[in-house]
């Protein structure tokens, strides 16, 4: 079974930079797509960037295209998150999601990380 350790979350002012890692054991990230996640107050759990098991194929959701980037360190298994421009809006949990599958509702994981707090301030 995969576990999944995020880390990287924080404060930071908007217009500010954060990366997020996540950081897999019982599997090796290569083998699987994986994905962002965020979960704002109140709101439901919310699709933002997926790699392709590949490492070729990125997606993300309209409103982090050009500010957000996936990227995956093999050698490390970790797969981290380049939040750039960083609004008030963006400010969550956001999740590591290993082995995606896309459903009605749109992207999700089989295995979940725990989750990490970025908070962006006006």
């Known amino acids: 079974q995969v576990q999944l350790v995020e880390s990287g979350g924080g404060l930071v002012q908007a217009g500010g930079s954060l990366t997020l890692s996540c950081e897999a054991s019982g599997g090796a990230l290569d083998r699987y797509d994986m994905g962002w996640f965020r979960q704002a107050p109140g709101a439901v759990r919310e699709f933002i960037a997926r790699l392709s098991e590949s490492g070729i194929e990125k997606d993300y959701a309209a409103y982090v295209k050009g500010r957000f980037t996936i990227s995956r360190d093999s050698a490390k298994n970790t797969v981290s998150l380049q939040m750039n421009s960083l609004k008030p809006e963006d400010t969550g949990v956001y999740y590591c999601?290993?082995?995606?599958?896309?459903?009605?509702?749109?992207?999700?994981?089989?295995?979940w990380g725990q989750g990490t707090q970025v908070t962006v301030s006006a």
């Open positions: 999601g290993a082995v995606l599958g896309l459903t009605g509702a749109g992207w999700t994981a089989l295995y």
